[in-house]
């Protein structure tokens, strides 16, 4: 946990370590606590770790601040080089904190991976199957509306046909055709395709790619990505594109802390 202020320190390392040991007794796993002072992008950044998930809670940007720069958990996502899985706490224990934790479970019931037609698909596609307790699951693809231009699409079969069997050719590679994963699409733009299809089946997990942004990828999030974490209702894990040769495993070098601009 990162703070400015370090007179909490003590309390929040005791709160941490409470939770800890709830984890230790309901899962089974050793938990490491750290407390650190300083902007979340930043001490993360120098976490001396090599993490293979990067775990982090659902957060709507309240203050001026975040609406610019975005929450800690968005600036997270968008340079995270690992994936990141973005956490929302169920409802009923938001209403009622003294109700007992739900029973553990290792995966998912119902996982949707939302997927664009390039190479990362079968990426996603993999990680999504990683986590999904039905091997039934759907891979989805929105046809984004195309402008009329005159010109006749002369490519065999129709749109919802090619782009269903390159989603298949995806499952393929990722190795899921075996245990039934399902190509479906869509129509509409990305975002808001996904988290109404998300709902529409009632997945537990949505799981989408985040895309290769040369020049902007550590400043701006996708609005695929940011539709997603705004609006579904479920937990989000983001698989980020293939690293760079010798790039950190976790974050970028770190720079100025957005949190203080």
Known sequence: HALHDPRHAAAAEASLLACADAVRQR????????????????????????????????????TLRERIAGTSTERLVRASRIPVLVVRPPLSRVQDSTLQPPPRKDLYQRVLACVDLGPEA????????????DPRMEVFHSLAPQPRTGV??????????????QVQQW????????QGAMAAVGFGHAGPCAVAKGRAVGAELLVLGRRHRPLLGDLVLGATLREALARSDCDLMVVPPVPRTGASALLPSPGPDPAAL
Request: aromatic share 0%.
């Open 27 to 62: 899962m089974g796993i050793a938990v490491e606590v750290e407390v650190t002072r300083g902007g979340v992008t930043r001490e993360t950044a120098r976490a001396d770790r090599s993490p293979h998930l990067l775990v982090l809670p659902a957060r709507q940007g309240n």
């Open 171 to 178: 499952i393929v590679q990722a190795g899921a055709s075996g």
């Open 122 to 133: 079968s990426g996603i596609i993999a990680a999504a199957a990683g986590l999904s307790a």
């Open 152 to 165: 006749a699409d002369l490519a065999p079969g129709t749109a919802v046909e090619r782009a269903r069997a």
